[in-house]
């Protein structure tokens, strides 16, 4: 997963575009992977998850797109909206270790108008 | 559905109390996880119960930390003495199995200030 630090990284969009959030993980033998979207004060929220045997996956709004060979996951929203302001976390698990998520750093998404 | 409800929202005590967060999960979920959550450190996994048995608490800090399941709707992470360092924003989630399909639904946090 991406380090820790003090500052999360930001993205600022303007509404309408499209944005593209990034995730590095480093456990090769991770096979599950969720977006999760936290807003100010409240717990995080599932958004859209993907296994390791695709590669793209489809919401509302959202893709997911996974390519292992680099061990890099994307998170693509369409449209973004002001209430996509949020701090989004990629989370990834593996095979006899689910439940134990392991949760990335986290990238603050701000949505100008 | 309430979804996952914890107690309280914001705690504020001193240094050297006990104190004790509170969560349900959602009803009919097996799964029953807390979480730590600090800006140093991102969200950390404390510990998880499957039908109320503690699965792995090796993400528990130290002694000063224990949870408790007493049954499928209720659990407890009590923290004895408290310190500062503590200070952080705790999570419970829960999930219906435990399978490939690993959506954990998260609670609104309890936000722990220890002075």
């Known amino acids: 997963g991406e380090s820790v630090g003090l500052h999360l990284p930001t993205l600022s969009v303007q509404e309408g575009d499209n944005s593209i959030i990034n995730c590095a993980y480093s456990n090769s033998a991770s096979d599950y992977f969720i977006w999760y979207k936290q807003e100010s004060g409240k717990g995080p929220q599932f958004i859209i998850d993907i296994r390791s045997n695709m590669d793209k996956r489809q919401g509302q709004r959202v893709t997911v797109l996974l390519n292992k060979t680099v061990k890099h996951l994307s998170l693509q929203i369409a449209a973004t909206q002001p209430g996509d302001s949020a701090v989004y976390f990629c989370a990834e698990s593996s095979l006899g270790s689910w439940g134990k998520l392991q949760f990335g750093a986290g990238t603050q998404v701000v949505v100008t108008p | 559905d309430a979804g996952v409800i914890q107690s309280p929202r914001h705690e504020v005590t001193e240094m050297g109390q006990e104190v004790t967060l509170r969560c349900k999960p959602i009803?009919?979920?097996?799964?029953l996880f807390w979480y730590r959550q600090t800006m140093m450190r991102g969200l950390e996994l404390l510990i998880y119960?499957?039908?109320?048995?503690?699965?792995?608490d090796s993400g528990m800090p130290e002694d000063r930390f224990s949870a408790k399941m007493p049954n499928a709707s209720f659990s407890t992470l009590k923290i004895q003495p408290s310190e500062p360092r503590d200070s952080a924003v705790y999570f419970c989630a829960s999930s219906l199995w435990l399978t490939e399909v690993d959506t954990q639904y998260f609670g609104p946090g309890t936000r722990l200030t220890v002075l």
């Open positions: 009803s009919g979920h097996d799964y």
């Open positions: 119960f499957n039908n109320n048995v503690p699965i792995d």
